[in-house]
Structures are given as C-alpha cells and as structure tokens.
C-alpha cells in the first residue's frame, strides 16, 4: 500500500476567489500577489496543475514512493503567513 499527499500553495479557484469580485480587479491581484508568496514561480496554480500533480504522483511513475508529503506550492518552501498585496479589498 501506498499513502502519499499532495501540499498545495494558494490556487486559483473559487475557494479564494472573493465573490462579486470583478474579473479585471482579480487578475490585478493575482499578478501583485504572486511574487510576494511564491517566491519560485511568481503567480498561483491553476486547479488543473494541482491534478496533474495528483495524477502523476499516482501513476506507477512513483510506483516506490510512499510516506511522502510533496509540495506543489510554486516555490521552494510554504507554510508561511500569506502577504496580501497592499490595496486589495477583502472582499
């Protein structure tokens, strides 16, 4: 038996997105917050990237991988303390 986990970094999906939030202002915010929290690749993942994540950690290319928890956050480390680009409504 295999058990592993996926750690996913902030993710462009309703979840985060606040509601009634106008397109224009919310595609504003992602570029500001992205190279304020994930330091690796500048921007959010998108859901289909966190899948293929699942997907391939899956898939019998990791077939001897077990116990593991990966990162798939956009950068090196996560865990820290989200930092809001200045300006942004809360909602």
């Known amino acids: ?29 992602k570029r500001a917050w992205g190279p304020r929290n994930a330091s690796g690749l500048h921007r959010m993942a998108s859901a289909e990237e966190i899948a293929r994540s699942v997907l391939s ?5 990791f077939s001897y991988m077990a116990g593991s928890t990966v990162l798939v956050g956009g950068a090196p480390f996560g865990g820290g303390p989200m930092n809001m680009p200045p300006g942004f409504p809360a909602s």
């Open 1 to 29: 038996m295999r058990i592993n986990a996926i750690a996913p970094g902030t993710t462009d999906t309703a979840l985060v997105l606040p509601p009634s939030l106008p397109d224009a202002v919310w595609e504003a915010f």
């Open 57 to 61: 950690l899956a898939s019998a290319e």
